[in-house]
């Protein structure tokens, strides 16, 4: 039995301490990042946007969810870049493929979002 709230008490102060670094990449991320910024601030509007348009739960669930992929990745490319330049500032061909692969990955998911907020909307 002691043994099991051993476990609880540990699970528990995991969770906590995930959250305390989902915080802090989230400060890391508004800080530093003003592409994150602007990002943050087209999922404010639009979110709002979201809730003041007359369409289904469903729809709305995936006209913010569709936002919220553009905020994930943004934060993906930025750990990229991150780890990259963590290795090396030089110029490498493999550091820009990884970067600009990053790069696309967020251009993918603002097209998804204009694609779903479109298809909904239009």
Known sequence: MKNMKKNIIQGIK???NA???SKDGFCAMFQSEPAFRQDLAVFVVFAILAFLCPVSSVERALMLFSLFLILFAESVN???EVCIDR???DIH???KKAKDIGSF???LSFINAIVVWAVILL
Do not use: D, W
Request: net charge neutral; charged share 10%; glycine share 0%.
């Open 14 to 16: 995991r969770i906590l």
């Open 19 to 21: 959250f305390i670094f």
């Open 78 to 80: 930025t750990a990229i």
């Open 87 to 89: 290795i090396s500032e």
């Open 93 to 95: 061909p493999l550091s």
């Open 105 to 107: 990955v967020v251009l």
